[in-house]
């Protein structure tokens, strides 16, 4: 570990965080607000009165300034896989480059297709024709959406490939795998629909924000209807989704669940934490820097329910990960390092039996790559070879454990408003409780709060890990003058903010001038 | 053939006159050129060099010169 460069590594992790959480704060409005669009489209297509045709052109035009500021920032990350983190994108070939590939494709011929077709298309071709493109834009945006979190998954839970010594890539034997790995599918969903959500209460915040202004009263009424059905279906699918994801982060990332809960002891009664305040626990030792509870609120033994679905199962907490379990069968971090270990020294034995010549040492070694029980028992491990301090593989705990309570609070509390928000429009009295529009204002930025604290549970929660066991972060960063990505870091810092406010301000202009002001 | 010309030429006149009409789509377009500039022009060109390429002389070298980094 010390023979890598720790300021650098840290600098190219917050260019990395920097880039993502702004490119972020773009992408799940335009996956929620399209379907959003579509199904307002749908109804002037059914109905063909103008107020839905108004309401779709004005949200349409919330989306295009949305859309067109975000698009193409993700191409920025892209650069930075080549440049700052290119071990990484060497190691994962072609399971990364497939997917990312196949969604720039498809976002660039589907995206710009049909987004052309619902902006200019109008007056220009049926409306049959433009519900159609308004769909397939939803559509095509969501697809895009799944390739870039199976590549996603696969770095949270590596499945269908094959280590080539030769290559030094990780090749994909089995696509299907890929694409159906339980982390992909679960995250995908769970992402969606927390999108979903979001998009709603950003309609609707907006929507509320004209009902106190006493303004468009049938325009907002009827989209809080639509986005408050909207988003009530996709919160509670959320949660469903989310409890899911868990049980699946539980069995593939023990580490980041058990930061995820600030369980440091586990058990077959572990209780799950509804709420909570972590302090440093100065008087242990077991674990370096360990925090404990304070003021916490436990349901008891819910956490084997939790993720088992029947109670008395042991749950792992960081205690037993990083000294190991043996009662349980958790093998300890040590264990763990010894075998990354001996994966690694196979791994060097080789290169120097290539740079000898030796090509019958070479083949031989290479062949225990291709072996399954040395791939289960050694190779597997590889990451940890990298690692001489099992604490070390302990992620940042009130990190992971605040991002996630905030957005599961959260996550409760919009479903709350979203239940408030439907009854009351349907009852026509939305516009008499200006404490609830006033909250659902509020709760925009809160949705987005929720989503990056998605993703920081995501990601933080993997450290040190940047594929699962198999690649630390620190081995996958390349060896940059620290001081270049610094520069970087600031360049993109005022790039991101000055794009941010150009589009706070033209949304904002958009939104006073109101649905009658037409025109994109 | 002649079909096909037509079937090009209205797909050209649906963008012509899509652009033409703009009027909020204009500016975003100006910051989505300003972006992709700065992005390809300033970022790709000056800061984000493909690091492997920099450092091995052809593609043959790259596997070696990983293998080296992740065996240190």
Known sequence: MEAFDLSLINWSRAQFALTAIYHWLFVPLTLGITFLIAIMETIYYKTGKEEWKKMTQFWMTVFGINFAIGVATGIILEFEFGTNWSYYSWFVGDIF???????????????????????????????????????????????????????????????????????????????????????????????????????????????????????????????????????????????????????????????????????????????????????????????????????SVEIPNMLSYMIYLKGGEFIPGIHDLVHGNEAFGIMSASEKIERGTVAKNTLNNYKLAVKEGNTAKADSLKAQFYDPAFTKDYFKYFGYSYFTNPHDLVPNVPLNFYSFHIMVALGFWFILLFTLTLWLSLKNRIADWRWLLRAAIISMPLAYVASEAGWLVAEFGRQPWIIQDLMPTMAAASNLNSNMVQATFWIFFLTFTVLLIAEIKIMTKQIKQGPNHGGH | MEAKASILSRIYHFYLDGFRSMTLGKTLWLIIFIKLFIMFFVLKLFFFKDHLSQNTQNEHEKPAFVLDHLTQ
């Open chain 1, 97 to 295: 480059g497939a997917p990312l590939a196949i969604e720039g494709i498809m976002a660039f011929f589907m995206e710009s297709t049909f987004i052309a077709i619902m902006f200019f298309g109008w007056s220009k071709v049926s409306k049959g024709f433009h519900l159609t493109a308004t769909w397939l834009t939803a559509v095509g945006s969501n697809l895009s959406a799944l390739w870039i979190l199976v590549a996603n998954g696969w770095m949270q839970n590596p499945v269908g490939m094959q280590f080539n010594p030769e290559t030094v890539r990780n090749e994909m034997v089995n696509f299907w795998d890929v694409l159906f790995n339980p982390n992909a599918i679960n995250k995908f969903v769970h992402t969606l629909y927390s999108s979903y959500t979001l998009a709603a209460l950003f309609v609707i915040g907006i929507s509320a924000w004209y009902l106190l202004k006493n303004r468009e009263h049938i325009f907002a009424r009827k989209s809080i209807i639509v986005a408050s059905i909207f988003g009530l279906i996709f919160s509670l699918a959320t949660v469903y989704t989310g409890d899911e994801s868990a049980r699946e982060v539980a069995k593939s990332q023990p580490m980041k669940f058990a930061a995820m809960e600030g369980l440091y002891q586990g058990g077959t009664n572990a209780p799950l934490v509804a709420a909570g305040i972590m302090v440093n626990d100065n008087e242990s030792d077991a674990i370096h820097n360990k925090k404990k509870l304070i003021a």
